[in-house]
């Protein structure tokens, strides 16, 4: 689910092209609601967390970032996801596989998978939405799908 649900109206009336949705959509969303309530001017870009620690006295987080950029907080919501940061797992071979190789948070343009042998390593809601796409637009030769399973 890409919606906010404290925003009741915009719940009800953001159109959405499809139930499952692809990244710029996802983005235009992110963009959209931001500028409904005016969220951009408390956002910080282009910085890491460095630290966030607790201050019991005065009920707040103490936040420092990368960009140098101190704050106080009385609440912190660390919304770390597919957006911020893509997650190659440590597959055993991955680095001396020769065949092509895609990641969801970087797919490239025109790229055709048409009778090609596919495998899709994770289904979560992504790799569901890869696999349903795929299906249905390509004609590829062989398409599995697979979940990762790490000890």
């Given at each position: ?76 919501v660390t919304a770390l ?27 490239p343009e025109n790229v ?40």
């Amino acid at each position: 689910m890409y919606r906010y649900s404290w925003d009741l109206e915009d719940l009800r009336t953001y159109p959405w092209s499809n139930s499952y949705v692809f990244q710029k959509e996802v983005q235009g969303y992110l963009r959209h609601v931001s500028e409904r309530h005016d969220l951009i001017k408390d956002m910080v870009f282009e910085a890491a967390l460095e630290s966030a620690d607790w201050d019991e006295a005065s009920s707040t987080w103490i936040v420092e970032t990368s960009a140098g950029i101190t704050f106080r907080t009385r609440y912190l919501v660390t919304a770390l996801g597919i957006l911020s940061k893509r997650n190659v797992p440590d597959i055993a071979g991955l680095a001396s596989f020769g065949g092509e190789r895609f990641h969801t948070a970087a797919w490239p343009e025109n790229v055709s998978l048409q009778g090609k042998r596919v495998g899709v390593i994770g289904n979560g809601s992504t790799g569901v939405q890869v696999v349903t796409a795929i299906a249905k637009k390509e004609e590829v030769k062989h398409l599995i799908s697979c979940t990762l399973f790490t000890p």
